[in-house]
């Protein structure tokens, strides 16, 4: 069973910076493509940010290209999620996602190809 757990968030003031981590447990992570999502009160649940399961690549969203980055370290089975000067627009509950994919270089963009989600963390950016 695969199991994704995340950690990381909290509250900051606009301008600076958070990092979210998500452990994988179970299966084989290499094989797996990443994500990162996030839901702000009264929205629907967006993408942020994706990392191909070979980390060769990643994409993002207009809103945070530039400021977020993704990684992942597949000694430690974790993917990372790396937020830089963040806005009052950014507070969210994230949540990372993960899919076995035979695609080495593919990100994954949309939520209904995920097939394992995290707990979600809230990040809260105070202007």
């Known amino acids: 069973q695969v199991q994704l757990v995340q950690s990381g968030g909290g509250l900051v003031q606009a301008g600076g910076s958070l990092k979210l981590s998500c452990a994988v447990s179970?299966?084989?992570?290499?094989?797996?493509?990443m994500g990162w999502f996030r839901q702000s009160p009264g929205k629907e649940r967006e993408f942020v940010i994706g990392?191909?399961?070979?980390?060769?690549?990643?994409h993002s969203a207009d809103s945070v290209k530039g400021r977020f980055t993704i990684s992942r370290e597949n000694a430690k089975k974790t993917v990372y999620l790396q937020m830089n000067d963040l806005k009052p627009e950014d507070t969210a509950v994230y949540y990372c996602?993960?899919?076995?994919?035979?695609?080495?270089?593919?990100?994954?963009?949309?939520?209904?190809?995920?097939?394992?989600w995290g707990q979600g963390t809230q990040v809260t950016v105070s202007s």
């Open positions: 996602a993960g899919k076995d994919t035979i695609l080495t270089v593919g990100v994954i963009l949309r939520e209904n190809e995920y097939s394992w």
């Open positions: 990392i191909s399961r070979s980390g060769s690549s990643t």
């Open positions: 179970g299966g084989s992570f290499s094989r797996y493509a």
